[in-house]
């Protein structure tokens, strides 16, 4: 007699769209910045600027300005979780009875959607964390791209001191005072900072009895706190990404790209009962990887 997975390859298919989607695109870090897709390792990314002059005078026959064009690489590292459930040993605990079928035979999880959510929370949780921290091979982090041994960032003095709620918002202002004019008008300028850190800002705000400040002007998207601060065109979010660092810094969202393989990889994902080894498992496999395009438009506290 043959073994009917039928509906067990349902479920499968089922879960595996709902995981790939919510660990990878509403992660933290990435539910704001942009997401490249189709890098198997690394690729460039290619900047244009121009370098635009304007001369007086209604006969000019010398050409003046130019088109720059450059590249930053940016490099995706293998990330993969793999793990297995032995049902069995839930037979001698509550659990055997609420979340298995009867009989012997445990092709099905009741708690698999509520194991499914946990997965999916924690890979994105570590997703930002690695996204700001990552140092393996060649690719590097939000971290160290957004510091000082970073060429180009913009580390003011007078920003580099202990991120304290009676400091804030001195903190925020000075990183804004520094932002290159050429993009102080953008509508997607951002300050990172820590969780911690976030509530020390909303701390400071309390402290400084400001008649706008509306606790309900801050949201909570997968984990992340933002609030845009108070008479400028710029948001202010919390991530765990930086959790432990007292790093803050203002840049523009779409000059920091996150990167990641093809979607068709993505789609892989499996958890399945397996029969030979009487478990259920998952497997989730994806690529990530940051890089700037700008790094002279980051304004950093330059804090650990």
């Not at 009867?102 to 690695?130: H, I, R, V």
């Not at 700001?132 to 939000?142: D, F, H, K, M, Y």
């Not at 991120?163 to 918002?169: E, R, T, Y």
Request: net charge negative; glycine share 8%; aromatic share 8%.
């Amino acid at each position: 007699m043959g073994l009917n997975v039928s509906a067990l390859n349902d479920f499968n298919n089922e879960v595996a769209g709902e995981l790939i989607i919510r660990s990878v695109y509403e992660g933290q870090t990435t539910s704001i910045l942009p997401v490249k897709e189709g890098i198997k390792h690394q690729e460039p990314l290619n900047l244009f600027d121009v370098d635009l002059q304007i001369q007086t005078g209604s006969c000019v026959s010398t050409p003046s300005g130019s088109m720059i064009a450059s590249q930053r690489n940016i490099t995706v590292t293998p990330r993969t979780s793999y793990d297995g459930l032995c049902l069995k040993d839930l037979d001698t605990k509550y659990l055997g009875i609420s979340a298995l079928e009867p009989g012997s035979y445990n092709e099905t999880f009741a708690l698999a959607n509520a194991y499914g959510e946990m997965l999916t929370n924690q890979f994105a949780k570590k997703n930002d964390q690695f996204l700001w921290n990552v140092t393996s091979g060649s690719s590097a982090g939000l971290g160290y791209l957004t510091s000082g041994s970073n060429s180009g960032v913009v580390t003011p003095a007078a920003a580099n001191i202990p991120f304290v709620s009676a400091d804030a918002l001195l903190v925020i202002d000075t990183l804004i005072d520094n932002l290159d004019a050429d993009v102080a008008d953008r509508d997607d300028l951002t300050v990172w900072m820590s969780v911690t850190n976030f509530r020390k800002y909303v701390t400071a705000l309390r402290s400084a009895n400001n008649f706008y400040f509306d606790p309900g002007s801050i949201t909570n998207r997968t984990g992340i706190l933002s609030m845009a601060y108070p008479f400028q065109n710029v948001k202010v979010v919390g991530t765990t990404g930086l959790q432990g660092s007292d790093r803050v810094c203002l840049m523009p969202d779409a000059y920091a790209v996150v990167g990641t393989d093809l979607i068709s990889d993505l789609s892989e994902f499996q958890m399945r009962y397996d029969i030979n080894s009487d478990q259920l498992k998952h497997r989730i496999a994806t690529k990530l990887g940051v890089q700037v395009a700008y790094p002279e438009y980051i304004v950093s506290n330059n804090r650990n």
